[in-house]
């Protein structure tokens, strides 16, 4: 199936302008939620210079394909050329390339924030030290991995901070009170 819809990939050149054709992948990035709604889908059928729709929707989802696996998959910038199979015309390919490179990273920093990711608790050490070389009051010294979501490919990061005596007592307190929570949780028919 996928064949197929490269072979509507050349219907872009209709478009008068790059611009043009910015517009319409900016337009389908919008509506990736939602789908077109028929102005949309009007105003690229007018871009495209287009007399009937019948040819639309495959070349739609084609460029929907070609973006979500920029997105989605996290292709390197330099791996993009390689998405494109040989039947594609080499200067559609480099103007594809180029508008999805410039969009690539502001499309996957929106898509973050569209899921709201809570990174994950990967790892957990502590150990025990000073709170600096005069003072002799113990401190945790804890060092955490936090992992973002693995299907976008979000990096580790390393979170290091210190507890003393009674920073100590108030997060054990706040991490009996969600066990607790945990365990009503639990315990309630179908988990609400």
Not at 147 to 172: I, N, P, S, Y
Request: overall charge negative; proline content about 4%.
């Amino acid at each position: 199936m996928e064949q197929t819809l490269w072979r509507h990939l050349p219907l872009l050149l209709r478009a008068s302008t790059k611009e043009s054709i910015e517009y319409v992948l900016e337009t389908l990035w919008r509506t990736r939620s939602t789908g077109l709604d028929s102005s949309d889908r009007r105003v690229i059928q007018d871009i495209l210079q287009f007399q009937n729709d019948s040819d639309l929707d495959p070349l739609l989802l084609c460029l929907r394909m070609l973006m979500r696996r920029c997105v989605y998959e996290s292709t390197s910038k330099d791996d993009i050329p390689k998405l494109f199979p040989n039947e594609v015309l080499p200067e559609l390919q480099k103007l594809l390339t180029l508008l999805l490179q410039k969009f690539q990273q502001e499309w996957q920093e929106e898509l973050l924030k569209d899921q709201n990711i809570v990174p994950r608790l990967k790892a957990m050490t502590w150990n025990m030290g000073h709170q600096d070389k005069e003072s002799s009051d113990p401190v945790a010294v804890i060092n955490m991995k936090l992992q973002g979501d693995a299907q976008l490919h979000c990096r580790e990061l390393d979170v290091k901070f210190q507890l003393g005596t009674d920073t100590l007592d108030t997060v054990l307190k706040a991490m009996h009170c969600i066990r607790d929570q945990f365990t009503t949780t639990d315990e309630t028919p179908n988990g609400h």
